[in-house]
């Protein structure tokens, strides 16, 4: 038991590992990257560790899979501060951080209870105006959403 | 500009909205011409505004135009349970234009990606009425001659007033001074400042509606609303602070003239409507050539 993180989740071969994942954003990052539809994939989940920045932070590996910088980064939303990793041969051969895009489509509900995206089924669209407190601007009925007020589909 | 839609102000550069004035002066001085001749234009309207549905409806009459469309939408489809969707593709199928008032938010510019023709936005909801916006540029250029170098007054909501902020964000184009007289519950939003602050323009904040309207070019009077406000006393306190009496306008300048979207409760007193500077009614007017302008320019008709 000499390196427990080590034993706590295994490492990869090659694929991609996302650390510095909140705790409690864990579910939506698995629901963002569309994890539920990788049937097929190695795909390893650890949770609740401690993390001196988040709290309690979760990790998540997943074997032959590499992210299109569009698709990782929205995944911003929730976990900002995610870091990745990506690994060949065992090693990690590429590290990089996670960053807001300047257009959100789907993933999260406009604040507006009276704009149109939640009266009908239109996918939600935003212009991202600012990326270190997230804040988005609706590009239907122009109402800011806030940090505080995301609420993922 | 042909088979673009008009769904928020901001959608038109500079030069588009000047073309626009434009070409509803020529309509001022000409206008009954059969442009749309063999057009026809829906006016889909899923709440009723009978002001801004005559204005539309007597443009594109004065053009030739057809009409479809509905007045409410209980009457309508709609009141069925359709989705917008299905509503706008259908007329789709039925017209050259479409032109929609709709109580949600962010409607039009759905509508705008559903239709292959153009969409006109009389009113999203609290969002965007960019028809009412050229018109109120229409009416302030008419009268001053220019859009640049004007101290424009707004008095009233100025919080809630979807007019108004229109007009701030139009008019913030050119180089405008602003005085925004409102009472504390109603004054002009923190975005609406750092907007202004962010081009450098002058912006001055009073609570107090008095002789300072002296240096105005254009007030620009809104309704005051009671259900506004949280607490009924403040209301009780303020509604009769803002309101333009003829008594108001002895020392302002000239060519001073007020606007008022209409339509008016209480806030501009009867006895004004004498006074050479009030151009409310006027500016309908001008809300007709206007629309005639966009219609026309949109559909890429001269
Ligand atoms: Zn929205």
């Known amino acids: 038991m000499k390196e427990p993180k080590q034993l706590s989740v295994?490492?990869?071969?090659?694929?991609?590992?996302?650390?510095?994942?909140?705790?409690?954003?864990?579910?939506?990052?698995?629901?963002?990257?569309?994890?539920?539809?990788?049937?097929?994939?190695?795909?390893?989940?650890?949770?609740?560790?401690?993390?001196?920045?988040?709290?309690?932070?979760?990790?998540?590996?997943?074997?032959?899979?590499?992210?299109?910088?569009?698709?990782?980064?929205?995944?911003?939303?929730?976990?900002?501060?995610?870091?990745?990793?990506?690994?060949?041969?065992?090693?990690?051969?590429?590290?990089?951080?996670?960053?807001?895009?300047?257009?959100?489509?789907?993933?999260?509900?406009?604040?507006?209870p009276k704009c149109i995206t939640n009266f009908e089924s239109v996918k939600t669209k935003f212009k991202v105006i600012s990326k270190e407190n997230v804040s988005l601007k609706c590009h239907y009925c122009e109402k800011i959403t806030d940090q505080e007020h995301l609420e993922i589909i | 500009m042909k088979n673009r839609s008009l769904v928020s102000i901001d959608d038109l550069t500079t030069g588009e909205i000047l073309d626009i004035l434009d070409m509803a002066t020529g309509f001022e001085k000409d206008p009954t011409r059969q442009l749309l001749d063999n057009k026809v234009i829906a006016t889909l309207f899923f709440e009723p505004s009978t002001r801004t549905r005559l204005s539309f409806e007597s443009a594109i009459s004065r053009l030739g135009g057809k009409i479809i469309g509905f007045t409410d939408a209980s009457s309508s489809s709609v009141s069925k349970g359709e989705s917008l969707n299905d509503t706008i593709k259908t007329v789709n199928n039925y017209?050259?234009?479409?032109?929609?008032?709709?109580p949600v938010e962010g409607s039009a510019r759905y509508a705008s990606e559903i239709a292959d023709i153009p969409v006109v936005n009389a009113g999203d909801g609290a969002n965007q009425h960019p028809t009412q916006t050229l018109l109120d540029l229409y009416s302030i250029r008419k009268t001053q001659g220019t859009l640049d170098n004007l101290n424009i007054f707004i008095v009233g909501d100025l919080k809630y007033g979807r007019t108004v902020h229109s007009l701030i964000m139009a008019m913030s184009r050119w180089n405008t001074t602003f005085n925004f007289i409102s009472p504390d519950e109603l004054m002009i939003p923190k975005e609406y400042k750092i907007y202004l602050d962010n081009l450098g323009l002058k912006y001055y904040e009073h609570t107090d509606f008095t002789d300072i309207i002296s240096r105005a070019d254009i007030i620009y009077m809104t309704r005051v609303q009671k259900e506004r406000f949280s607490d009924p006393i403040e209301y009780e306190k303020v509604k009769n602070v803002y309101v333009l009496r003829n008594t108001m306008l002895k020392n302002t300048k000239d060519n001073l003239r007020i606007l008022h979207p209409l339509p008016r409760v209480n806030e501009i007193h009867t006895d004004v409507d004498v006074n050479k500077k009030a151009y409310y009614f006027e500016q309908a007017l001008n809300g007709v050539y206007t629309r005639q302008a966009i219609l026309c320019t949109l559909l890429g008709l001269k």
């Open chain 2, 95 to 102: 017209s050259d234009l479409i032109v929609m008032r709709h």
């Open chain 1, 10 to 112: 295994s490492a990869i071969e090659s694929g991609t590992v996302i650390d510095h994942i909140p705790a409690k954003s864990l579910f939506k990052v698995i629901q963002i990257l569309g994890l539920e539809s990788m049937g097929d994939k190695q795909i390893t989940i650890g949770s609740n560790f401690e993390s001196k920045k988040l709290g309690r932070k979760a990790i998540i590996k997943i074997e032959g899979v590499f992210f299109e910088d569009d698709d990782i980064n929205r995944i911003a939303l929730v976990a900002p501060q995610a870091k990745l990793n990506i690994i060949r041969d065992y090693d990690v051969v590429e590290k990089s951080i996670v960053e807001v895009p300047d257009e959100i489509v789907g993933i999260t509900k406009c604040v507006n």
